[in-house]
């Protein structure tokens, strides 16, 4: 009897501690489920964030390439506006210069005929 005592005694401790177990890993499931949620709550939350703040600097880039268009056209104006300046200054250095020559060749037919009537005259 004794020994049926004592087997029986293991028997009731193994039972419990296959009860143990059993409450532990079930426990786990639980966390482990918990855990999936929430990692899963999370992911979606990150792909949001990501996708929003893909838009965000799509958009921000857009923007800049739009600024940097105008600045482009504007800096383009400003080059044909001072190329077209340019031209006109030179055009007048150029007419100034013609004006110039023409004088001194007039003043040179003068000095010259000056000079051949003093050599005619003397």
Known sequence: MNEDKICDERHYNINKRVDDVEDRVSNLESKVINIDKTLG????????????????TNNKIDKLDRKLDKVLEDKEEEHKSKVEDNKDIIKNTNDTWAKIVLELIK??????GII???????
Not at 41 to 56: A, F, G, P, Q
Not at 107 to 112: F, P, R, T
């Open 41 to 56: 709550e999370r992911i979606n939350t990150l792909e949001i964030t990501m996708k929003l703040s893909t838009e965000s």
């Open 116 to 122: 051949a009537g003093i050599k005619l005259l003397g």
């Open 107 to 112: 003043a040179l037919g003068v000095v010259g």
